[in-house]
């Protein structure tokens, strides 16, 4: 180590102390297990993100064990794993009760459209008869009502109507399919779905059943599943990516420099970045996303390229005061062009990309700060190695640049052909906002999902009509009249009355003239109740208790705590609005589904297709901040370089074409745009230091290893399970590869031209 | 969505159950399988059984016992047809398939919509095929030496669930060579008990008159 000053001695201390200060921080929070997010739509603006109802069925999950005779017992065996764990809830034994309780005052102004038929065509004897028949029949259905308080079981037939289900009742529930029984296990955890250790729970005991059971197959459906796979996979890419980049970063490093103290100089740089980086994100989001730790792995990327460059420098002139002096300004504003292109995703109002622009730039600030403050620690370093390299720099690089600008007018009408082909090629990219990009579920957990939802007829949450009134009741009355639309288009199929809020919740009028049937064909003088009795032979003095008429008070405004999960219908209804789900099964053109809200004074919701639209607004949000820097960036590299701002502008255009064209495979996503930051980062970077030291062996040579670790650590990306990792991956790959290449032609095409320039001149021919 | 199943089975098995809740919950640790291995031992090699029938339901809605009578006729073949006479006629059907075909106002056999289970369960007890009880219920045999009418055997069955124990405190089953009696208790102080009389009973390829020893 050199002698250094008081001074720099101190800031070295403050950093390094803020340093651990930000490291100590950042392990604390993500051992208390609370900093790290996996919940992809947590990456949405706030307007997209799920309501406390949405969440609330995030956190349901189902398993259907089945397919072998050892099936029942597997499932005992889930149910008893499950039940044992205190952060799950499977099933319950109070909610029967909290429906029955629901209907109970109103049990006989309750009709489904079969039973109000029947009352309407048969006479009093008649269902009197039927109604002892039933009492007789040792294997009548549903009677969840005594006797004395429904007489005629209107209530059996009201939850027949209402609970419809194929699902067959047992100590563990069945449902069969052809000669299969799937044995139903279902549940919520009592947290979040995306928390890890709720995964971990579900994981562990579905594990177990597969390895003592393993012949029967688990179907399984919830976010819960599709959470941890994600978080899994996320963890897997990022072990990817950080592995690869590290051991690229090592293997050049230690190959080339061979000396502890570069090593530990560029460990320092990339884990006070990271630190940095975590903490800030971490302070000012509270929680940081799996993804956005994925794509700001490529810090390391980044803020390696400084240490190469102040290494190299320092190798070249002997001392690193001396590199750094001539490097600051290079490395300061390529850090600042860096980070301004990064903060201007702060202007979008996705919640991903304000992450990843604070993460990128604290990293970024860290990287250089590092530097700035260590940098007098450094000891003197021998020439030998720049030596070596500028001695392959003339003998192979130089020359084949040489050979390439020795005709410069060749080589720009080159270059102006290829933006234009480039340009005219990107005019027809096409944009792909497709939420499937975003998708992190295996095909057999998606089967598993699509399996599970068709067997138990769930509802598809994601595609619903959403209805608005002024008053309660008439929005009772038109769900009603929506559904009955819904249903002449697919008579064979009728809408679960349990998914249409006028339904459970008939609108007061139809109470009303239910009630009134009611009493006139059963209740009343004339009714059947009569005839029942004088069959019963029995006085049936608890008639008296029997209402008489029309009871209020069944509204949406009754508190149906208990019962929503039941009936989803009342999950999202209030006095005012509803949601009419549809079966994810429903065979429904989305034409007919506009039509009918359309019809229908309502707004099909279809909510893959609105994050879809959201993500293309994202983009579009993306590219116009990217367009705005590079706005900025073109005036201030004229301002900087005047006539040489040619070079970064004319390098930045043809890189990011190329980035563009051949990176995107033809349809350009969000993480197509947020892969053009990175590019953008490393060639902006490389171009000013080529303009700012010149391009010789060090800067060269710094280039190149800052291109090659990239290279190698993202260009691993590309092979990606993740369509959005992948995206950029692929992007990554051409941008830093076109950058390397063509950012020192560019500058010694300039220079060519602008010797053959001076030279006309001189000789007056221009 | 489970809950929606539990809450079928609460309310769909009510209809079987009876009351006293005066059972305790004995055979929560007995094997199922050697208890209904009697049912099962009894019933499981019927190849046709015909008879008759006197059903008492004690309910809480009425003061006295509504009683009813009929005859049945089961094979595997056929399923079971349970035919009431007494006090009205009324027929119901259930097909080696689980599917119920009750009455209708017009006296013509429909299908019911009552859960598959009833029917499994009801048919169960005279095919001998216990899966179903044993899915649903903890089963224990009874010595019944005081009770001279039930000197063969008994069995009770005590629900598994606790929502299903709300509804139904237990199922008795007795009979000797073959099923006699049917009894179901439920949790709201209603009960009924079947009493059966085979008069036909062909085992495999042997059909014997009056069976009753």
Same mark, same amino acid.
Not at chain 1, 93 to 107: C, G, I, K, N, T
Not at chain 1, 586 to 614: V, Y
């Given at each position: 180590?050199?002698?250094?000053?008081?001074?720099?001695?101190?800031?070295?201390?403050?950093?390094?102390?803020?340093?651990?200060?930000?490291?100590?921080?950042?392990?604390?929070?993500?051992?208390?297990?609370?900093?790290?997010?996996?919940?992809?739509?947590?990456?949405?603006?706030?307007?997209?993100?799920?309501?406390?109802? /949405?969440?609330?069925?995030?956190?349901?999950f189902?398993?259907?064990?089945?397919?072998d005779?050892?099936?029942?017992?597997?499932?005992?065996?889930?149910?008893?794993?499950?039940?044992?764990?205190?952060?799950l809830i499977?099933?319950?034994?109070q909610?029967?009760?909290?429906?029955l309780?629901?209907?109970?005052?109103?049990?006989? +102004?309750?009709?489904?459209?079969? +039973?109000?038929?029947?009352?309407?065509?048969?006479?009093a004897?008649?269902?009197?008869?039927?109604?002892?028949?039933?009492?007789?029949?040792?294997?009548?259905?549903?009677r969840?009502?005594?006797?004395? /308080?429904?007489?005629?079981?209107?209530?059996?037939?009201?939850?027949?109507?209402?609970?419809?289900?194929?699902?067959?009742?047992?100590?563990?529930?069945?449902?069969?399919?052809?000669?299969?029984?799937?044995?139903?296990?279902?549940?919520?955890?009592?947290?979040s779905?995306?928390?890890?250790?709720?995964?971990?729970i579900?994981?562990?005991?579905?594990?177990?059943?597969a390895?003592?059971?393993?012949?029967?197959?688990?179907?399984?459906?919830?976010?819960?599943?599709?959470?941890?796979?994600?978080?899994?996979?996320?963890?897997?890419?990022?072990?990817?990516?950080?592995?690869?980049?590290?051991?690229?970063?090592?293997?050049?490093?230690?190959?080339?420099?061979?000396?502890?103290?570069?090593?530990?100089?560029?460990?320092?740089?990339?884990?006070?970045?990271?630190?940095?980086?975590l903490?800030?994100?971490?302070?000012?989001?509270?929680?940081?996303?799996?993804?956005t730790?994925?794509?700001?792995?490529?810090?390391?990327?980044?803020?390696?390229?400084?240490?190469?460059?102040?290494?190299?420098?320092?190798?070249?002139?002997?001392?690193?005061?001396?590199?750094?002096?001539?490097?600051?300004?290079?490395?300061?504003?390529?850090?600042?062009?860096?980070?301004?292109?990064?903060?201007?995703?702060?202007?979008?109002?996705?919640?991903?990309?304000?992450?990843?622009?604070?993460?990128?730039?604290?990293?970024?600030?860290?990287?250089?700060?590092?530097?700035?403050?260590?940098?007098?620690?450094?000891?003197?370093?021998?020439?030998?190695?720049?030596?070596?390299?500028?001695?392959?720099?003339r003998?192979?690089?130089?020359?084949?640049?040489?050979?390439?600008?020795?005709?410069?007018?060749?080589?720009?009408?080159?270059?102006?052909?290829?933006?234009?082909?480039?340009?005219?090629?990107?005019?027809?990219?096409?944009?792909?906002?497709?939420?499937?990009?975003?998708?992190?579920?295996?095909?057999?957990?998606?089967a598993?999902?699509?399996?599970?939802?068709?067997?138990?007829?769930?509802p598809?949450?994601?595609?619903?009509?959403?209805?608005?009134?002024?008053?309660?009741?008439?929005?009772?009355?038109?769900?009603?009249e929506?559904?009955?639309?819904?249903?002449?288009?697919?008579?064979?199929?009728?809408?679960?009355?349990?998914?249409?809020?006028?339904?459970?919740i008939?609108?007061?009028?139809?109470?009303?003239?239910?009630?009134?049937?009611?009493?006139?064909?059963?209740?009343?003088?004339?009714?059947?109740?009569?005839?029942?009795?004088?069959l019963l032979?029995?006085?049936?003095?608890?008639?008296?208790?029997?209402?008489?008429?029309?009871?209020?008070?069944?509204?949406?405004?009754?508190?149906?705590?208990?019962?929503?999960?039941?009936?989803?219908?009342?999950?999202?209804?209030?006095?005012?609005?509803?949601?009419?789900?549809?079966?994810?099964?429903?065979?429904?053109?989305?034409?007919q589904?506009?039509?009918?809200?359309?019809?229908?004074?309502?707004?099909?919701?279809?909510?893959?297709?609105?994050?879809?639209?959201?993500?293309?607004?994202?983009? +579009?949000?993306?590219?116009?901040?990217?367009?705005?820097?590079?706005?900025?960036?073109?005036?201030?590299?004229?301002?900087?370089?005047?006539?040489?701002?040619?070079?970064?502008?004319?390098?930045?255009?043809?890189?990011?074409?190329i980035?563009?064209?051949?990176?995107?495979?033809?349809?350009?996503?969000?993480?197509?745009?947020?892969?053009?930051?990175?590019?953008?980062?490393?060639?902006?970077?490389?171009?000013?230091?080529?303009?700012?030291?010149?391009?010789?062996?060090?800067?060269?040579?710094?280039?190149?290893?800052?291109?090659?670790?990239?290279?190698?650590?993202f260009?691993?990306?590309a092979?990606?399970?993740?369509?959005?990792?992948?995206?950029?991956?692929?992007?990554?790959?051409?941008?830093?590869l076109?950058?390397?290449?063509?950012?020192?032609?560019?500058?010694?095409?300039?220079?060519?031209?602008s010797?053959?320039?001076?030279?006309?001149?001189?000789?007056?021919?221009? | 969505?489970?809950?929606?199943?539990?809450?079928?089975?609460?309310?769909?098995?009510?209809?079987?159950?009876?009351?006293?809740?005066?059972?305790?919950?004995?055979?929560?640790?007995?094997?199922p399988?050697?208890?209904?291995?009697?049912?099962?031992?009894?019933?499981?090699?019927?190849?046709?059984?015909?008879?008759?029938?006197?059903?008492?339901?004690?309910?809480?809605?009425?003061?006295?016992?509504?009683?009813?009578?009929?005859?049945?006729y089961?094979?595997?073949?056929?399923?079971?047809?349970w035919?009431?006479?007494?006090?009205?006629?009324?027929?119901?059907?259930?097909?080696?398939?689980?599917?119920?075909?009750?009455?209708?106002?017009?006296?013509e056999?429909?299908?019911?919509?009552?859960?598959?289970?009833?029917?499994? @369960?009801?048919?169960?007890?005279?095919?001998?095929?216990?899966?179903? @009880?044993?899915?649903?219920?903890?089963?224990?045999?009874?010595?019944t030496?005081?009770?001279?009418?039930?000197?063969?055997?008994?069995?009770?069955?005590?629900?598994?669930?606790?929502?299903?124990?709300?509804?139904?405190?237990?199922?008795?089953?007795?009979?000797?060579?073959?099923?006699?009696?049917?009894?179901?208790?439920?949790?709201?102080?209603?009960?009924r008990?079947?009493?059966?009389?085979?008069?036909?009973?062909?085992r495999?390829?042997q059909?014997?008159?009056?069976?009753?020893?």
């Amino acid at each position: 180590m050199k002698d250094s000053s008081r001074g720099q001695k101190l800031a070295a201390g403050i950093w390094l102390t803020l340093i651990v200060a930000a490291a100590v921080y950042g392990v604390i929070s993500i051992a208390r297990g609370q900093a790290l997010e996996s919940n992809i739509l947590a990456l949405l603006p706030n307007s997209l993100s799920t309501t406390t109802h /949405e969440s609330s069925l995030e956190r349901r999950f189902v398993v259907l064990v089945g397919a072998d005779h050892s099936a029942r017992a597997a499932a005992e065996s889930l149910q008893e794993q499950l039940r044992s764990q205190p952060q799950l809830i499977v099933s319950s034994d109070q909610l029967p009760e909290a429906v029955l309780s629901f209907f109970r005052p109103y049990l006989h +102004q309750l009709l489904s459209p079969s +039973q109000r038929t029947h009352l309407q065509q048969h006479s009093a004897e008649q269902l009197a008869q039927q109604a002892l028949n039933a009492l007789l029949n040792p294997v009548d259905g549903l009677r969840p009502y005594a006797l004395q /308080e429904d007489p005629f079981n209107l209530g059996g037939e009201w939850l027949s109507y209402g609970l419809a289900s194929s699902v067959e009742p047992g100590a563990i529930p069945s449902l069969r399919d052809g000669d299969q029984r799937w044995f139903i296990i279902s549940g919520e955890v009592t947290g979040s779905a995306f928390d890890p250790a709720m995964q971990q729970i579900v994981e562990n005991a579905l594990e177990h059943i597969a390895k003592d059971y393993p012949a029967v197959t688990l179907l399984r459906s919830g976010v819960v599943f599709h959470a941890a796979e994600a978080a899994r996979l996320a963890k897997a890419e990022i072990s990817t990516v950080g592995v690869g980049s590290l051991l690229a970063i090592l293997i050049i490093v230690i190959g080339l420099f061979r000396r502890l103290q570069d090593l530990l100089i560029i460990a320092l740089t990339l884990a006070s970045s990271t630190a940095i980086a975590l903490a800030v994100c971490l302070l000012v989001f509270e929680q940081v996303h799996l993804i956005t730790l994925a794509f700001g792995a490529t810090l390391l990327g980044l803020a390696v390229d400084y240490c190469f460059h102040l290494l190299i420098k320092t190798r070249e002139v002997g001392s690193a005061n001396s590199a750094y002096l001539q490097l600051r300004r290079s490395l300061w504003l390529g850090a600042a062009s860096s980070i301004a292109a990064y903060a201007f995703q702060l202007l979008s109002p996705m919640t991903g990309l304000h992450q990843f622009a604070v993460f990128m730039a604290a990293g970024l600030a860290a990287a250089v700060t590092t530097l700035a403050t260590t940098h007098p620690f450094l000891s003197p370093q021998s020439r030998g190695l720049t030596q070596a390299w500028d001695h392959k720099f003339r003998r192979y690089v130089l020359p084949s640049y040489q050979a390439l600008t020795s005709h410069p007018k060749v080589l720009s009408a080159v270059f102006a052909a290829l933006l234009a082909a480039l340009g005219y090629a990107a005019t027809s990219l096409q944009s792909d906002d497709n939420l499937r990009s975003l998708n992190t579920s295996s095909d057999t957990l998606l089967a598993s999902e699509s399996r599970v939802r068709d067997l138990l007829q769930l509802p598809d949450n994601s595609r619903y009509f959403s209805l608005s009134r002024n008053s309660s009741d008439a929005l009772l009355t038109d769900s009603v009249e929506l559904a009955n639309n819904i249903d002449a288009l697919s008579p064979d199929a009728p809408l679960p009355a349990k998914l249409v809020v006028g339904r459970i919740i008939p609108p007061i009028h139809q109470q009303r003239s239910d009630a009134a049937l009611v009493q006139q064909k059963l209740y009343g003088p004339k009714g059947a109740l009569n005839e029942l009795c004088a069959l019963l032979a029995s006085s049936c003095e608890w008639r008296q208790s029997l209402p008489t008429d029309f009871v209020p008070g069944l509204t949406l405004a009754r508190d149906n705590a208990g019962i929503t999960e039941l009936l989803p219908a009342l999950l999202f209804s209030r006095s005012a609005d509803t949601r009419l789900m549809l079966p994810a099964n429903a065979a429904l053109s989305s034409d007919q589904l506009h039509q009918l809200a359309q019809q229908s004074n309502a707004q099909f919701h279809d909510t893959p297709q609105e994050l879809s639209n959201a993500l293309a607004e994202f983009r +579009q949000d993306a590219g116009r901040s990217l367009g705005l820097f590079l706005i900025l960036f073109a005036l201030i590299m004229a301002f900087v370089y005047r006539r040489r701002s040619v070079i970064p502008l004319g390098t930045l255009s043809l890189v990011l074409l190329i980035s563009l064209v051949l990176g995107t495979g033809g349809h350009v996503s969000l993480f197509h745009v947020l892969a053009l930051l990175l590019v953008i980062g490393l060639a902006v970077d490389t171009v000013i230091f080529y303009l700012e030291i010149g391009f010789n062996s060090s800067s060269w040579l710094a280039a190149t290893m800052a291109s090659l670790t990239s290279i190698l650590a993202f260009g691993l990306l590309a092979v990606s399970d993740v369509p959005v990792l992948n995206h950029f991956g692929h992007v990554v790959f051409c941008g830093l590869l076109a950058s390397w290449l063509l950012t020192p032609l560019m500058i010694l095409l300039f220079e060519s031209m602008s010797r053959r320039f001076k030279e006309g001149i001189n000789e007056g021919t221009l | 969505m489970l809950r929606f199943v539990f809450l079928f089975c609460a309310i769909s098995l009510c209809t079987l159950a009876a009351t006293p809740s005066g059972w305790a919950n004995p055979g929560a640790n007995q094997k199922p399988s050697t208890a209904l291995a009697i049912l099962e031992s009894r019933m499981g090699n019927i190849g046709e059984i015909r008879g008759n029938f006197t059903q008492v339901q004690h309910l809480a809605a009425l003061s006295q016992p509504l009683q009813s009578s009929g005859d049945f006729y089961y094979s595997p073949t056929e399923g079971l047809v349970w035919q009431t006479l007494q006090p009205i006629e009324t027929t119901l059907k259930i097909t080696p398939d689980f599917a119920l075909h009750t009455q209708n106002a017009n006296g013509e056999l429909e299908k019911n919509r009552a859960p598959e289970i009833l029917s499994r @369960l009801f048919l169960g007890i005279f095919s001998g095929d216990t899966s179903v @009880l044993a899915e649903l219920f903890y089963a224990e045999e009874i010595h019944t030496e005081k009770e001279p009418r039930n000197s063969g055997w008994q069995l009770r069955l005590i629900p598994r669930t606790k929502a299903l124990a709300d509804q139904v405190a237990s199922i008795t089953l007795g009979g000797d060579r073959l099923i006699e009696t049917v009894y179901f208790i439920q949790g709201n102080g209603d009960k009924r008990e079947i009493s059966l009389s085979a008069t036909t009973l062909r085992r495999g390829e042997q059909a014997v008159q009056d069976p009753t020893p």
